[in-house]
């Protein structure tokens, strides 16, 4: 198990674009997702990248979005596009079987 950082978050028109890190402290020897929480919603997967280079997204933010990893900086990193009002919510980085932390806040305007 190894912690788990997510920085990048902020606030953004419509349109724009972000890049979510998440620094581990650690090798990442595990699946790695990206989640987010919208205010009154449940937390949902947005995307996740295998051990083996698996790589799923939600059919929300396909052709937008963008999960990758950087091996020798144990970082994964989600690459945000054309972003829109419904992509706001807490963007969380998480190992399987690992603890949930802070997240990173991520607003888009209309």
């Known amino acids: 198990q190894v912690q788990l950082v997510e920085s990048g978050g902020g606030l953004v028109q419509a349109g724009g674009s972000l890049r979510l890190s998440c620094s581990a402290s650690?090798?990442?020897?595990?699946?790695m997702g990206w989640y987010r929480q919208a205010p009154g919603k449940q937390r949902e997967l947005v995307a996740k990248i295998t051990t083996v280079g698996t790589i799923v997204y939600a059919d929300s933010v396909k052709g937008r979005f963008t999960i990758s990893r950087d091996s020798a900086k144990n970082t994964v990193y989600l690459d945000m596009h054309s972003l829109k009002p419904e992509d706001t919510g807490v963007y969380y980085c998480?190992?399987?079987?690992?603890?949930w932390g802070q997240g990173t806040q991520v607003t888009v305007s209309s």
């Open positions: 650690g090798r990442i020897f595990n699946n």
């Open positions: 998480h190992e399987s079987f690992g603890p």
